[in-house]
């Protein structure tokens, strides 16, 4: 049991749902525009178009599975029921998304369009009230710090499972159609992992106090634009989970046309990418307490940038070098993931004690369809620049022989594109004023002393441990 009342299970059972957040964020993003391109024989402009508009639907279907989460009343709480039934769906859905019934060509790409848009309906209706339920959980903002450093390391795990993993799994099956059929399996196999792990681990945490949500989407959207730090934030994390997608969408493409490593690149690339954030994740907390979460963000977003500007010249550096910048670029990805999440209950507890109203719901709905708008809008972009810098496509389940345009335009749709998306958003940043302060204000209390948001807004002191996060990572999300 920690200090604040939470038992460790609780912690293990809630970062467990990572599993299922992780695996949905990334291999999505990192195989399905590939797998349109190369084995299905889709032409990279529409593989795009295929790959944005389902989870562009999200940004629909995510306000109104908050909106149904927060009304719901049942034995097991407002949250646990979706982590069951939402997870399950998905992991089904997940593997029809690789079934490939009709073989090849444009009924196939149809197929994998509408599977893809069931698959990303039943994951809001996961994913949402698994980001709402730590509002809930504790009222003690360190506490809800702990809570997101079990989940971002979990998410970590995950990314690396399933991201490294995933495309040796398609080796492993013979490439093509078979071997993503088996890839399918796998990750479906992982979901259905985290979301028991999340509904059977939280069966004894506190389920909190749900109040009424706004009643339609137009009201929710006026909530949200009422409450600043929000709206800021928001609008920084669904630019920067597009730069960070598109480093995922890239991936294969990077390996086989920069690295000329088709089968072990992309399983590399990944554990440089993902495996420092479970090192360095005790490191950025201590930022954070030194620091406040808003400097730590800024620092470990333009840490990022600079990491993908840098492998620019990848064509020139050793492997080694290469997988060396993408590790750093991991380490920035670790932290911008940790801060942005931390102040999202903070902008959500800030709301409750100004008006009274308890709508986690209302906000994470938003949230998560923000960030899956902006992981399917990176796929979407880079897929588009392969459009126009002539990327050929193919049938055969690998890729074909690209022209020097198509190649530049896989790398620098790995690196400047990403560096920008990432960085550009940081300006918005010096919107978001939250401090511990605010909160105290707002609430009457007294600030922790692990501080209630430690945005370091105002003097660059706050605590940064002193709220955890909700979200997903991209590839979460991603």
């Known amino acids: 049991m920690t200090a604040s009342g939470l038992p460790r299970r609780v912690h293990l059972g809630y970062a467990s749902g990572s ?146 993993v995933a495309p040796a799994v398609v080796a492993a099956g013979g ?93 590399l690339l990944f554990a440089c990418f993902v495996a420092p954030a479970l090192l360095v994740m005790p490191l950025w907390r201590r930022a954070g307490d030194r620091l406040g979460k808003r400097t730590s963000l800024v620092t470990a977003s333009l840490l990022f940038a600079a990491g993908a500007l840098a492998l620019v010249a990848a064509p020139a550096l050793p492997a080694a070098g290469v997988y060396a910048v993408v590790a750093l670029i991991g380490v920035g990805y670790a932290g911008q993931q940790v801060f942005a999440l931390a102040m999202l209950p903070d902008c959500i507890a800030y709301d409750t004690a100004r008006t009274g109203r308890r709508q986690a719901g209302v906000f994470t709905g938003l949230w998560t369809a923000g960030e899956t708008f902006g992981l399917a809008l990176g796929p979407g972009i880079y897929g588009l620049v392969l459009q126009l810098s002539g990327y050929v496509s193919s049938s055969t389940g690998a890729a074909a022989v690209q022209p020097d345009s198509a190649r530049l335009g896989v790398l620098l749709g790995f690196t400047v594109l990403p560096a920008l998306l990432v960085a550009a958003p940081v300006a918005l940043l010096r919107g978001y004023t939250l401090t511990p302060a605010d909160l105290t204000t707002a609430s009457g209390g007294t600030a922790s002393d692990g501080g209630a948001s430690g945005s370091g807004a105002s003097d660059g002191t706050g605590s940064g441990s002193g709220s955890g996060g909700t979200g997903t990572a991209p590839v979460a999300r991603a």
Request: charged letters at 15%; hydrophobic letters at 55%.
């Open 19 to 164: 599993l299922v957040t992780g695996a949905f964020g990334t291999v999505p993003g990192l195989l399905l525009l590939p797998y349109l391109t190369d084995t299905l024989g889709v032409a990279a402009g529409l593989a795009a178009l295929l790959v944005l508009l389902p989870k562009a639907w999200d940004v629909l279907v995510n306000p109104v599975a908050g909106r149904v989460s927060d009304r719901t009343r049942s034995r097991w709480g407002a949250r646990r029921p979706y982590l069951l039934g939402g997870g399950l769906a998905l992991a089904v859905l997940f593997a029809a998304i690789f079934a490939a019934p009709f073989g090849r060509g444009p009924a196939a790409a149809g197929y994998v369009a509408l599977a893809f848009l069931a698959t990303a309906t039943a994951f809001a209706f996961f994913q949402v009230p698994y980001v709402a339920m730590p509002a809930e959980l504790t009222a003690d903002p360190a506490e809800r710090t702990r809570l997101m450093t079990w989940r971002i390391a979990v998410l970590a795990l995950a990314i690396l499972v399933s991201g490294a």
């Open 175 to 267: 490439d093509g159609v078979p071997g993503h059929r088996w890839m399918g399996l796998f990750v479906a196999a992982l979901i259905v992992v985290g979301a028991v792990g999340a509904f059977l681990g939280t069966r004894s945490a506190p389920a909190g106090t749900v109040g009424e949500s706004e009643p339609s989407l137009r009201a929710q959207l006026a909530v949200a634009g009422r409450n600043r730090p929000f709206r800021v934030l928001l609008v920084c994390f669904v630019l920067q989970s597009a730069g960070v997608a598109t480093v995922l969408a890239g991936v294969k493409y990077f390996a086989d046309q920069v690295l000329r490593a088709p089968d072990s690149g992309p399983t």
